[in-house]
């Protein structure tokens, strides 16, 4: 079992940044990819991107690309979610995870041991 706490979060004006980090402990595998989703009020949690441990095979949903970049730091077993050009609809409380593969990162109803998560705020 893989356990995380997301850090990072707060309030921040449109067009604003933010950084968020995501500290992964327990059985870590260095094949399996780690992921950034968030669940805004009144909707369902979705994803957000997604990348191997290795740095490599970044992914991103439309709404972030571009805007986003997610990084990993094996060595450091810290994940991270640089968030730029923020809107108001990036509000939500954000979440990592970890899957073994592209499809299963993809797939949060096959995610469990979800962490607190934090709070991002983007006011207009």
């Known amino acids: 079992q893989v356990r995380v706490v997301e850090s990072g979060g707060g309030l921040v004006q449109a067009g604003g940044s933010l950084r968020l980090s995501c500290a992964a402990s327990?059985?870590?595998?260095?094949?399996?990819?780690m992921g950034w989703f968030r669940q805004a009020p009144g909707k369902e949690r979705e994803f957000v991107a997604a990348?191997?441990?290795?740095?490599?095979?970044?992914l991103y949903s439309n709404s972030v690309k571009g805007r986003f970049t997610i990084s990993s730091d094996f060595a450091a077993n810290t994940v991270y979610l640089q968030m730029n050009s923020l809107l108001p609809e990036d509000t939500a409380v954000y979440y990592c995870n970890t899957a073994a593969t592209i499809p299963s990162i993809r797939d949060i109803r096959a995610l469990h041991f979800w962490g607190q998560g934090t709070q991002v705020t983007v006011s207009s």
């Open positions: 327990g059985r870590i595998v260095s094949s399996d990819f």
């Open positions: 990348i191997h441990w290795s740095g490599s095979s970044p």
